[in-house]
């Protein structure tokens, strides 16, 4: 057996060297191509024509990044393969042209401007679609003469060093609140203390509700994975109704509380008050993370309060006077409202995501009782074994891109 080894040159990288394992009855012939500029007078253009059985072969991986110094691409033709073992005959050819040995085709301004482009809207660039896609990016810069040509394939690899991906996306809410820093901050501080506060005999608790929760029953019963096979869930389904589920998380703890009723009145959320300021009845102070809903600041609602505290709640006719009176930090009950479109500063929007994931998603429930008993089952499975404060990731610097990036 005849071993040749051929190391190529490529713009991105040097692609390893290939080894091309020949029987004794082929031949192999190297030759010098004469048809392609040469890069300087010391690097010709090779061509390499081989003609080798097909399990033998491997393909170099890089080699269609490369380009000519005068601009031009080079001609691809077949590789000549013999017959392999298997007696099925495959015949290519290809002439494979190196690279300099700087190996970077486009120059770093290039670069930041095919990188500028991807993060613009396509509309205003003349482009009649909402996301780019590797190869309407390489029309682009063309068509902006950032570069004669370029392959999907070098554009990915740009964006990719960026950490750029515009077939990424998620929706976005903005908040048009003028105290939306206040607000933050203010919410921010309370779940760095709250172990301290906890310490001290004060409670942080974050409420919200879950509404519209399906009771949805599957009309043929799950099967379970297997070996070599997922699970697999029926895809039709009978509805028995729905359930909302009212619930605090203890920041400190990590322990929930929660309370099923068949929707939202003003009279569920002052129970729920009522009912938490009765569990935490030795905490010296019960702070209450909420969001805008106006049932969370309703008169029920500061009523409650007002005979918690053993205060008077007085006249509290508009809205901005009762959320003056719950956010008192006088009192032994205080409020405290998240900015307008960011509930997601709720630590149990977190907690409601861990619900879905291990109950509602996947559940098969028969009726209303049945969801109501499986999502209570959770809640006292979760404060046995799960519950657990969130930990704090956020360090104050503002986002950036990923620490591998160019």
Same mark, same amino acid.
């Given at each position: 057996?005849?071993?040749?080894?051929?190391? $190529?040159?490529?713009?991105?990288?040097?692609?390893?060297?290939?080894?091309?394992?020949?029987?004794?009855?082929?031949?192999?012939?190297?030759?010098?191509?004469?048809?392609?500029?040469?890069?300087?007078?010391?690097?010709? %253009?090779?061509?390499?024509?081989?003609?080798?059985?097909?399990?033998?072969?491997?393909?170099?991986?890089?080699?269609?990044?490369?380009?000519?110094?005068?601009?031009?691409?080079?001609?691809?033709?077949?590789?000549?393969?013999?017959?392999?073992?298997?007696?099925?005959?495959?015949?290519?050819?290809?002439?494979?042209?190196?690279?300099?040995?700087?190996?970077?085709?486009?120059?770093?301004?290039?670069?930041?401007?095919?990188?500028?482009?991807?993060?613009?809207?396509?509309?205003?660039?003349?482009?009649?679609?909402?996301?780019?896609?590797?190869?309407?990016?390489?029309?682009?810069?063309?068509?902006?003469?950032?570069?004669?040509?370029?392959?999907?394939?070098?554009?990915?690899?740009?964006?990719?060093?960026?950490?750029?991906?515009?077939?990424?996306?998620?929706?976005?809410?903005?908040?048009?609140?003028?105290? $939306?820093?206040?607000?933050?901050?203010?919410?921010?501080?309370?779940?760095?203390?709250?172990? *301290?506060?906890?310490?001290?005999?004060?409670?942080?608790?974050?409420?919200? *509700?879950?509404?519209?929760?399906?009771?949805?029953?599957?009309?043929?019963?799950?099967?379970?994975?297997?070996?070599?096979?997922?699970?697999?869930?029926?895809?039709?389904?009978?509805?028995?109704?729905?359930?909302?589920?009212?619930?605090?998380? *203890?920041?400190?703890?990590?322990?929930?509380?929660?309370?099923?009723?068949?929707?939202?009145?003003?009279?569920?959320?002052?129970?729920?008050?009522?009912?938490?300021?009765?569990?935490?009845?030795?905490?010296?102070?019960?702070? $209450?993370?909420?969001?805008? $809903?106006?049932?969370?600041?309703?008169?029920?609602?500061?009523?409650?309060?007002?005979?918690?505290?053993?205060?008077?709640?007085?006249?509290?006719?508009?809205?901005?006077?009762?959320?003056?009176?719950?956010?008192?930090?006088?009192?032994?009950?205080?409020?405290?409202?998240?900015?307008?479109?960011?509930? %997601?500063?709720?630590?149990?929007?977190?907690?409601?995501?861990?619900?879905?994931?291990?109950?509602?998603?996947?559940?098969?429930?028969?009726?209303? *009782?049945?969801?109501?008993?499986?999502?209570?089952?959770?809640?006292?499975?979760?404060?046995?074994?799960?519950?657990?404060?969130?930990?704090?990731?956020?360090?104050?610097?503002?986002?950036?891109?990923?620490?591998?990036?160019?």
């Amino acid at each position: 057996m005849v071993v040749i080894e051929t190391k $190529l040159y490529f713009v991105k990288r040097e692609v390893i060297p290939c080894h091309y394992r020949l029987h004794r009855r082929y031949r192999c012939v190297v030759g010098i191509e004469r048809s392609w500029r040469r890069w300087s007078a010391s690097r010709p %253009w090779l061509s390499v024509w081989f003609r080798v059985p097909a399990s033998f072969y491997r393909v170099p991986r890089g080699c269609r990044i490369e380009r000519s110094n005068d601009g031009s691409t080079p001609r691809w033709t077949g590789l000549f393969v013999g017959e392999s073992v298997t007696k099925s005959t495959v015949w290519r050819a290809c002439t494979i042209a190196p690279a300099p040995a700087d190996r970077r085709l486009f120059p770093p301004v290039q670069q930041h401007r095919i990188v500028t482009l991807a993060t613009q809207v396509p509309v205003e660039q003349g482009h009649p679609i909402t996301q780019w896609s590797m190869t309407d990016l390489g029309r682009a810069a063309v068509d902006k003469s950032i570069v004669p040509s370029i392959s999907p394939a070098t554009i990915w690899r740009l964006l990719d060093q960026a950490v750029i991906k515009p077939h990424r996306w998620h929706y976005w809410l903005n908040s048009t609140d003028p105290q $939306l820093d206040a607000k933050m901050q203010e919410i921010v501080g309370l779940y760095l203390q709250a172990l *301290e506060m906890h310490q001290r005999g004060e409670v942080l608790l974050s409420v919200d *509700e879950k509404t519209s929760i399906q009771a949805l029953e599957r009309k043929h019963p799950t099967i379970p994975g297997q070996a070599g096979s997922v699970t697999r869930i029926e895809h039709e389904y009978i509805r028995h109704g729905t359930r909302c589920l009212t619930a605090g998380f *203890e920041v400190a703890t990590g322990a929930v509380m929660g309370m099923l009723t068949p929707n939202r009145p003003a009279e569920v959320f002052a129970e729920f008050v009522q009912w938490a300021c009765d569990y935490y009845a030795e905490a010296s102070r019960l702070h $209450l993370v909420v969001d805008n $809903l106006s049932t969370h600041y309703h008169k029920l609602t500061c009523q409650v309060v007002a005979d918690v505290c053993h205060c008077d709640a007085g006249p509290l006719k508009s809205g901005s006077q009762r959320k003056q009176f719950l956010t008192d930090g006088s009192k032994r009950v205080v409020f405290h409202f998240t900015p307008t479109h960011a509930s %997601w500063l709720n630590q149990i929007e977190i907690w409601f995501s861990t619900l879905v994931r291990k109950v509602i998603r996947r559940g098969d429930f028969r009726s209303i *009782e049945d969801l109501e008993d499986k999502i209570i089952q959770f809640i006292d499975y979760h404060n046995a074994y799960l519950a657990k404060p969130y930990q704090w990731t956020y360090t104050g610097k503002p986002l950036a891109a990923h620490k591998e990036a160019a």
